[in-house]
């Protein structure tokens, strides 16, 4: 499952698409939620925008300026943020530290099912687990990553408002 978000009028290439796994996405929209000051002020539900949504340039200039400023980096420099690269690290560490679990797509069969619910089985390794019967917890799909952030930065100081597709 991915998400892509459509510049309205870029201003560079960096403005004319942003493209990330669902996960990414709602991992970054709770970073915005807890950390910055502007998004409440906003009114709306980032995690769930519909299909079609125009989010505007004076919004994306809004989120952008209260990220920069809530932390205390320069807006000017379009790098990432140390707190928000400090977050990343943290909350990579946290999830890396997490124990294998018995894998939940073969139930631990290590072979693949021939269909999502079936009993049955092709008698292949598990792509999820290669066959080894572990694999990372569910909530290790919303690990952050560094470039994704920063991609997703320089979208919205270049998109020019964009539209959700
Ligand atoms: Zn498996």
Redesign the pocket.
């Known amino acids: 499952m991915s998400i892509t978000l459509s510049g309205n009028n870029p201003k560079s290439d960096e403005g004319v698409l942003f493209f990330c796994t669902t996960w990414e996405y709602h991992a970054i929209v709770e970073y915005l939620e807890k950390y910055v000051s502007a998004i409440p002020k906003l009114g709306l539900n980032l995690h769930f925008l519909p299909n079609g949504f125009v989010f505007s340039e004076q919004h994306c200039e809004y989120v952008l300026a209260s990220l920069y400023s809530d932390a205390e980096a320069d807006m000017n420099s379009r790098s990432l943020p140390a707190s928000v690269a400090e977050y990343i690290s943290k909350t990579s560490d946290f999830l890396d530290s997490l124990p294998l679990l018995d894998?939940q797509?073969?139930l631990a069969t290590?072979l693949q099912r021939k269909t999502i619910i079936s009993p049955e089985t092709t008698g292949e390794p598990?792509r999820?687990?290669d066959g080894s019967?572990k694999?990372r917890p569910y909530i290790y799909n919303y690990k952050l990553k560094f470039d994704t952030f920063s991609t997703f930065l320089k979208f919205l100081a270049s998109c020019g408002g964009f539209t959700v597709k």
Do not use: N, V
């Open positions: 894998c797509s073969c290590g598990c999820e687990c019967t694999s």
